[in-house]
């Protein structure tokens, strides 16, 4: 690298061709591998930087500038650090958006992606980002896809990968499966059709059986990950401790098992509710009379239009059908009717609840709708005088003399505090936590319940009846197998686009690709068939981070001894909206890799940085709403380093910005400044700074000292702020100092554009070359801070008491008024001076003078 590159040396702002810059670091930078990370015998300290990777829907957005404006910001920081830093591109690129241009428009999916793939690249370029371009990957190339189906494979033989019949979200207008992400309001996203619930047969992995782990790893992310983003995931997953308890229902043999919090409250259970959309609820509806079984069909079917979301909704009134149908309580042998109602969910816990609508306000809602009685086991006010009666049942389930009225019925209001058991046997004046305890060990002796755990978490439905998704390898038998595609057949690749109808028709349209889904049964050589879905392409996404390790590798997903070295991620960087799935996803298969011994640590990515959003007038920039800034204009316009420090410098990275206070005409001003600044120096390289002006090397030294700290605590904008400072003093002291062959100057110029390399790393390099060094800046080692250079300035303050100077304090430049004048009345001198007059006045001049007036 001793390519000497002539310098740009403008003598005003006009001068400066910020795109004859760029061109020619970028070029410079490409030719030379500059930013590829080091190899085996690289003995540096790693660190993996990594942003989160682009969906290929479109040129490079804002979103996309800030993102990987962060992750460059970090890996260059790390570089001139000292360290080995791998900093990967790649492209999230197979996914719906690409089906829908296709069938829009009528263009090949893969030519839509592979085109938008081209663009990004050029921004990306253009944009000045320090990647490794050497890892490329496309989770839509063979070589990539093939091990998506290699994981699937390894998941089905450790029972992680299998198929079940469940629920799912339908579309009878686009006639597909929806994610629950593409329900809104319970319309499809898309059509606007009302949702439905359909059960179809569908591939799944088995996340629930890392719940525990995905919970309680979380813990080792504490203070590295935003806590927002830990709480999002802990609730996503959604432990909950309680009780299985098991009711006789009359008329039926089996029992019925409800999954309970409080099971300290079984006392207080006035009636059972079930979810109409459950199995149960239909089994009990069809013992009853034909009017309640009409009433419960009816009320299935409009159950069936809403979203769990929507089911679960606090303040929407409550609805449910009788099933004429009673439980008996376990404890004490009352009867309890059994109704429907859609806030009880068919998915989680065992689709049934007992209701206690004293102590829990969706069933007191519930009951106060319906008229059910309500019964106070849990005193959580002042000690009850008298007692409160028990409520009893007559044949048809209605409460016999309900009066009085227990609290919770007056005000509408739950009692679900802490508080003292009442009107429960021997569980009567125990805390809520001993009486839970007492009440698990009372089931579990008489064998009608026991401990239990329950998730909020529920498998992770991976197939999709879609085109542009990673095949699932495998096969189905003429005689009801299913078999994996022999090894040595993978990657299954897809067929072409243009002979098959891609419009969603309820099922793949891969499974009408003739040619392709027909195959051989790998036992028996019988005609089979192909699984015609896809992958949901979170799987892609799931464990990308590990094929940059090895982009090459032809025998593994990765070669164990590049994740040893690089893994796991040190920084990543993304929007937060993928806090909940992506990351949870990517967690899950890390865990899964370590349980097959292929890495050696269990979570993906050390710390995580999220970014705020890119507005336009305090909203979301949409094409749409023809509010859209578009990067490459800007970076047209104003050169990509003015985009990257007016980003930079436009408020914290957690932060959501408004494109309309983002200044590229003052960043383009500073970097101007700065270039300018740096031709005119005329000291050699090698001066000697202990020689310069110190006021200026205080403001540099300090800028030494402070920016690491600034920049492991993501304060970026602080960053630029105090470069901004640096330059003005560089300014000052040219001007009016000592001048431009001064070497603090020269020293001053050296720190910014090392510092300024994180932000605007064209103009940084050309800085470097102006100032006399060859390229490039971009592996220059971070300075040490001169330590005599960072303790505070101090100047002389003269105290005087009635006009006439009485003391000399050393202070330090810095001090505030307060001090200053606490410091002249606490001196002796002044003390003396002032002797047993009255001090009737103080004229503070921070940090010079203080005036005493006496009499
Ligand atoms: C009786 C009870 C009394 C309850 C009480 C709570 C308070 P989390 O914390 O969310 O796990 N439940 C159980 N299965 C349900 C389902 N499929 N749909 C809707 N609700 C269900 O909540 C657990 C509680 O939610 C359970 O404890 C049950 O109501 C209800 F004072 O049982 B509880």
Redesign the pocket.
Known sequence: MTQNIAPETPANDAAIDVHAIQAKWQSYWAENDTFVAGGENDTRPRKYVLAMFPYPSGDMHMGHAENYLYSDIVARFWRHRGYNVLHPVGWDSFGLPAENAAIQRGADPREWTYANIDQQKASLHNYGVSFDWSRVLHTSDPDYYGWNQWLFQQMYDRGLAYRKESPVNWCPNDLTVLANEQVVDGLCERCGAVVEKKKLTQWFFKITEYADRLLDDLNQLEGEWPTKVLQMQRNWI?R?V?ADIDFAVEGREEKVT?????PD?LH??TFMVV?PDSDLAAELAVGSDAETRMRFQDYLEKTQKQTDIER?SADREKTGVPLGRFAINPVNGERLPIWAAD??????????????PA??Q??LDFALKFDLPVKIVVDTTAPITGAIPVIEFDEAGDPIDPTPLPAPVETGE?L?GEGRLVNSGELNGMSKRNAISRMIEILEASGTGRRAK?Y?LRDWLISRQRFWGTPIPMIHTEDGRIEKVPADQLPVTLPQAKDLDLKPKGKSPLGAAAGWVETTDPVTGEKALRDPDTMDTFVDSSWYYMRFLSPGSTDAPFDPKDAQRWAPVDTYIGGVEHAILHLLYARFITKVLFDMGLVDFTEPFSSLINQGMVLLDGSKMSKSKGNLVQVTDEIAAHGSDAVRVALAFAGPVEDDKDWKDVSTAGATKFLARALRAAGEVTSETGVKWADGDTALRRVTHRLIADAPGLVEQTKFNVVVARLMELVNAVRKTIDQGPGAGDPAVREALEVAAMVLDLFAPHTAEEMWAALGYEPSISQVAWREADPTLLVEEEVTAVVQVNGKVRAQLQVSAKIGADELERLARADEKVLRAVGDKEIVKAIVRAPKVVSLVVK
């Open positions: 959604g909950s309680g409800v999954f309970s919090t409080r409250t207080g259970a979810a679960q806030y009880v969910l068919a998915g989680y816990g065992h689709g049934a609840v007992m209701a206690v102590h829990d969706r069933d739950a679900t329950q909020r």
